[in-house]
């Protein structure tokens, strides 16, 4: 797809969800599906490789949250994969700090090359498990919002998540269909750890139904939070 017709393409699917971008930040997004397509060659990054669907079910997609990101926030995605939601929502908000934390160091140094190429500043990029980072104290209890998109169920994902969110702070969960019953089944480890559920928001996205979960931060963490890797996804609160 040439750059002239992935950016129409975009601005039109971007006004859907009520943003509009000038045209560098367009070409940002344009300049990231390449090196995506690129090392996807090399590495399972997605399984998404028509340009059109990753404008859609990955750009587009992302970007539903964007509404709950401010200036001032500092954002982290956990598990972010190839970037998503986290690179998107750093190409819209330019000035606002976001922490992208991933598993396996391969997709960590995929996004330092994004990085380098789309020259994003405040952005860091940490090769973790979320139970191992949970107890640093730079980042416990510190986000402003925490974002995470086809991670975990969310019972696990909430051990995973809310221990980084500061009180007052939110945790959005990006789900597909279904939600209600992970709803129901993580309510307990919602409250154990803290939080929540504020709102969900139900909605298409063409052919896809989306669910947006978002959990407000009113009590701290238990410091037994999250237990050590693997206990959280065989034992769930």
Not at 5 to 33: A, H
Not at 46 to 59: G, N, P, R, V, Y
Not at 71 to 83: R, S
């Amino acid at each position: 797809m040439l750059e002239e017709e992935f950016e129409k393409i975009l601005s039109v699917e971007l006004k859907k969800i009520d943003i509009e971008i000038e045209k560098e930040k367009l070409k940002l997004f344009y300049k990231y599906m390449k090196v995506l397509l690129e090392w996807n060659e090399k590495i399972n990054l997605t399984a998404i490789t028509d340009e059109k669907e990753i404008i859609l079910k990955h750009f587009i997609d992302s970007l539903t949250i964007n509404k709950y990101i401010k200036k001032e926030d500092i954002v982290m995605d956990m598990g972010t994969g190839a970037g998503f939601p986290g690179i998107p929502l750093k190409i819209i908000n330019a000035d606002t700090r976001f922490v992208l934390v991933d598993s396996l160091n391969k997709r960590i140094n995929f996004l330092a090359e994004v990085k380098e190429k789309l020259k994003l500043e405040k952005l860091d990029l940490l090769h973790s498990r979320a139970e191992d980072l949970g107890n640093n104290a730079e980042y416990r209890e510190k986000m402003d919002v925490l974002v995470s998109r086809a991670v975990a169920n969310l019972r696990t994902l909430t051990e995973y998540t809310v221990p980084f969110v500061k009180k007052g702070g939110i945790f959005i969960s990006m789900k597909g269909p279904n939600a209600q019953e992970e709803i129901e089944l993580a309510q307990n480890a919602i409250e154990i750890l803290g939080g929540k559920i504020e709102k969900v928001e139900n909605f298409k996205l063409a052919d896809m139904e989306r669910n947006i979960i978002v959990i407000r931060k009113e009590k701290v963490t238990p410091k037994k939070y999250p237990r050590k890797a693997g206990i959280p996804a065989k034992q769930p609160i």
